[in-house]
């Protein structure tokens, strides 16, 4: 073949595609929504690496480039999560000449109920949707889901569908469990032959379009997937790369996935253990992801045994591995100050049987641990392993078995009913037990203390004398709420606390795992307005 | 005047200086003392801002450029601090004739007893000396001392040369005292008239001069001064400076102290409340410390309620304020994953009987504290805040009036007779009681517990079967070590811990404060060595 030649096929096919693409290209789409751009193109030669597709989405005031990427059978797609409602133009680039300079427009229309954008980070140690909406992740860990009996995955997403859970860890390569011992992994991310015959420079699309199909599902219940770009533990492969297919691996997920408004990027599993790569090549991959998202998605990078420096740049907040930093909210909250970022617990031990100490708390302990994080002003993750269909719900999703969730379920309808600007330490790094919002709202959990009597006392802050609360009594293993009868009003006691003006304690049933919550009562009699709206950043 | 006089003046005087310089200059000196160059110059104009001088110092293998000073009355100073033996020659460079290309030759002769070179980071959370010798900070805290009655200083030194202490923070320009309102500060760091009318491009070497006296007699005592170059506090403009005022600062104490082994750099105090300084000025200064020290003195910044970001390049370790986190061991070793560095709780609240609660804690309750950080493999600092000569011990130094410094003593003791590596976490994130090395000394440290008896139990690591430990019970307050009778053998329990072979335990006297030691036996019997000299790093 010669240029010439080349050159007139490509524009032949040009004009042929502007018109399939207008044809098929949405006119309207909903405001995060995934508004998809689908461009017939050359499939000789290896599309993923000779191939560049872009387009620059427009709406006068604001302009994006998205990158695009190659789906197999000729197709590119271009997919873009609009911000902004309005007429959008796009017109697309690429080096070559079929997937050039098309161009049209589309509606983006305001979002329906349950779309709320994607998650960011709010107040620094919070989370929001981009609407404004609170979010407060009570997440779960289901590690490879997406690559298990199709039975399975259906009978994950009714678990959640009911779950107590917004948020699933999840990895995007295949991890080795007891179940594959049986059946291989039903498809891989890269063109080749199993087990270690790979083609690195040849994505699989169908594993991805796979993926994807779960990710809709997963936002379609209100659960943000926090997906796990590299893990240690494939040993298929997937962890040795080359920088440049490590580079091109996250290029190629990133143009696919980071439209999905619930998409939260997690580097990797426990990266120390992926022992081929260094804190400089999470750096580099870090802010590759970055760069790469027009839509900044969330991106975190959660740890072994070695903690990674999360003040970096292109973290936005600390996904952390350490149970014992929630074994009591006095440790929770050292975290928040070393890193000045939203702190999420993600792997505090699973609840389970297992024989390892990992994998064998209490369902009381795991609840134990989120408290403890929540007045922190921390966020915590939950696992159960015990076996279920041959293996666990946190290897495998199915269902759960152990007896947190339902308590995750309070303690999340807690949260929501709090300030919707989260909670912080009040009296940080002298009573780590509460955790709230000075002057309106104090949630004090006292773990593994069992006291039979609460004297009233808040911190100065926010307070000032003749203010008055209204107390309740949290059960959190329980699940109930019991009003404490009368109010408490406000009197300095000393440089630092209000009491009671009369002295009153709350009385508390001398045993572990209770909570008082306090909310300051309005002119009208009534506790403070529940958690919100609050203004987006 | 023109050049050519000017010139002509210049090489006349050098002439004349360089013999003078010749015969001023030692011929010896000690490794790691202080050699001085004294090198009479210009004292017209403003020779701190028009005057540059500095010394290459060389011994054929290394070469060291050594920033020199102004000391008054037209004379100038280079230091040196030899970190080798044998023959050096120098030679000097200034932007004035009569400061240039001095030279000469002199010899490093091997430290004597008791010198031990400056302080260096050792083994990622730990320090030792340049000459291997572990270095395990107890510090305490004598802010203002240098700027009370000469009296009062001397009965400091008194204070110090029979207290615990081996490290002391110290700021270098004055803090507002209470004794400040009956005397006024006898000199000040800066030209100009008290309170406020400051030439702040003029030093006033008498100054400065003063304090390094004192310095001289701390590395005398053993005692490691933690120079504090800003504070909040003095209100006198000292922390109001330009940048370019605050960089000669450094530049300028840097060139006059460096040279004194024992002294350590820490930025700021509270480095937070000093609000007209950005944590970009933080970074910049710490980083002009860095660059302008030839002998590498470790450099820290302290903390008020913002925590710093300690991975920083340029610090060395972390100085943090916060009493909370070594209220429990598993809280204190909490920031040493988070910053890789030694921890240093340089302020954990002080003993006394202040109104406020950063100042009121029983000498238990600091004991207590040191305990919880020496086991989670940190370090932790004193301060005596009772009121003494007008003032307390913390202030302004003079005598100590609590309760914990004896007991410190007896934990110095321990410590230096433990590991010459010092301690780390033996059982990470599980159980933050034990500190130690594997397979050869643990330090179990039980703290609010009062147990009766600690069945023999240590973790995996480098524990084989048959190995045999010694026990001791110490009572942390009582100062008493009492040896076990008998060997504890160990023999595998589980997929984690060796216990005893014939199950015995340690009895102990269900009190709070009580820790025990293990210490492997060695082949003839008896414990391995306690800590001594390790390789320098």
């Known amino acids: 073949m010669n240029c010439h030649f080349h050159l007139r096929a490509g524009a032949l096919v040009l004009a042929?595609?502007?018109?399939?693409?207008?044809?098929?290209?949405?006119?309207?789409?909903?405001?995060?929504?995934?508004?998809?751009?689908?461009?017939?193109?050359?499939?000789?030669?290896?599309?993923?690496?000779?191939?560049?597709?872009?387009?620059?989405?427009?709406?006068?005031?604001?302009?994006?480039?998205?990158?695009?990427?190659?789906?197999?059978?000729g197709i590119y797609r271009v997919r873009f999560m609009p911000a902004e409602t309005g007429v959008w133009r796009y017109e697309t680039k690429s080096n070559r000449w079929p997937l050039t300079g098309q161009s049209g427009t589309f509606e983006v229309t305001p979002a329906a109920k349950g779309n709320h954008g994607p998650v960011r980070v709010h107040g620094t140690y919070h989370f929001a949707y981009a609407d404004g909406t609170p979010f407060q992740p009570v997440g779960t860990t289901i590690?490879?889901?997406?690559?298990?009996?199709?039975?399975?995955?259906?009978?994950?997403?009714?678990?959640?569908?009911?779950?107590?859970?917004?948020?699933?860890?999840?990895?995007?390569?295949?991890?080795?469990?007891?179940?594959?011992?049986?059946?291989?992994?039903?498809?891989?991310?890269?063109?080749?032959?199993?087990?270690?015959?790979?083609?690195?420079?040849?994505?699989?699309?169908?594993?991805?379009?796979?993926?994807?199909?779960?990710?809709?599902?997963?936002?379609?219940?209100?659960?943000?997937?926090?997906?796990?770009?590299?893990?240690?533990?494939?040993?298929?492969?997937?962890?040795?790369?080359?920088?440049?297919?490590?580079?091109?691996?996250?290029?190629?997920?990133?143009?696919?996935?980071?439209?999905?408004?619930?998409?939260?990027w997690s580097l990797a599993n426990e990266y120390d253990f992926l022992r081929t790569k260094t804190e400089a090549d999470w750096d580099r991959l870090g802010a590759l992801v970055q760069a790469s998202d027009p839509f900044h998605h969330l991106r975190s990078i959660h740890n072994g045994s070695l903690i990674y420096d999360h003040r970096r740049a292109w973290v936005t907040h600390v996904s952390m591995q350490n149970g014992s930093a929630v074994e009591e909210p006095g440790r929770a909250e050292l975290y928040r100050d070393a890193f000045r970022k939203p702190v999420?617990?993600?792997?505090?031990?699973?609840?389970?049987?297992?024989?390892?100490?990992?994998?064998?708390?209490?369902?009381?302990?795991?609840?134990?641990?989120?408290?403890?994080?929540?007045?922190?002003?921390?966020?915590?993750?939950?696992?159960?392993?015990?076996?279920v269909n041959e293996d666990t719900w946190t290897s495998f999703g199915g269902r759960l078995k152990?007896?947190?969730?339902?308590?995750?379920?309070?303690?999340?309808?807690?949260?929501?009913?709090?300030?919707?600007?989260?909670?912080?330490?009040?009296?940080?790094?002298?009573?780590?037990?509460?955790?709230?919002?000075?002057?309106?709202?104090?949630?004090?959990?006292?773990?593994?203390?069992?006291?039979?009597?609460?004297?009233?006392?808040?911190?100065?802050?926010?307070?000032?004398?003749?203010?008055?609360?209204?107390?309740?009594?949290?059960?959190?293993w329980a699940m109930t709420i019991t009003p404490i009868e009368g109010e408490f009003r406000a009197v300095k006691a000393d440089n630092y606390y209000f009491v009671d003006a009369q002295g009153r304690a709350v009385t508390l049933p001398g045993k572990p795992g209770m909570?008082?919550?306090?909310?300051?009562?309005?002119?009208?009699?009534?506790?403070?307005?529940?958690?919100?709206?609050i203004d987006p950043t």
């Open 515 to 533: 909570a008082i919550r306090l909310r300051r009562v309005g002119p009208d009699g009534h506790p403070a307005k529940p958690g919100s709206l």
């Open 402 to 476: 152990g007896t947190s969730a339902p308590r995750l379920a309070f303690l999340r309808k807690i949260m929501e009913e709090g300030p919707a600007g989260g909670l912080d330490p009040i009296d940080r790094w002298q009573d780590p037990r509460v955790g709230g919002r000075p002057g309106d709202y104090y949630l004090i959990y006292f773990g593994r203390e069992a006291p039979t009597s609460w004297p009233f006392r808040v911190y100065k802050n926010g307070v000032t004398a003749g203010m008055k609360f209204k107390a309740e009594v949290i059960d959190t």
């Open 344 to 387: 999420v617990y993600d792997e505090v031990k699973y609840e389970g049987q297992s024989p390892y100490r990992w994998g064998n708390l209490s369902g009381e302990e795991l609840v134990h641990r989120f408290w403890c994080g929540t007045v922190a002003g921390t966020y915590v993750g939950h696992g159960d392993y015990f076996l």
């Open 143 to 264: 590690y490879n889901w997406t690559d298990t009996p199709e039975e399975v995955q259906e009978e994950t997403l009714k678990t959640l569908a009911t779950a107590p859970f917004n948020k699933a860890r999840m990895l995007l390569t295949p991890q080795p469990t007891p179940y594959q011992k049986r059946f291989a992994p039903p498809r891989w991310p890269f063109a080749g032959q199993p087990p270690h015959d790979w083609d690195y420079t040849r994505f699989n699309p169908g594993y991805f379009q796979h993926y994807e199909k779960r990710l809709a599902q997963l936002r379609d219940l209100g659960v943000e997937a926090d997906v796990i770009l590299f893990n240690p533990y494939g040993k298929w492969g997937f962890e040795t790369m080359s920088a440049e297919r490590d580079d091109a691996f996250v290029r190629y997920v990133v143009a696919r996935f980071a439209a999905y408004r619930n998409v939260w």
């Open 16 to 73: 042929i595609v502007s018109s399939v693409a207008a044809a098929d290209t949405p006119r309207s789409v909903q405001r995060w929504d995934v508004f998809q751009l689908e461009l017939p193109g050359p499939g000789d030669g290896n599309p993923f690496v000779e191939v560049r597709v872009s387009a620059v989405f427009e709406n006068g005031g604001r302009s994006v480039e998205v990158p695009g990427f190659y789906d197999g059978g």
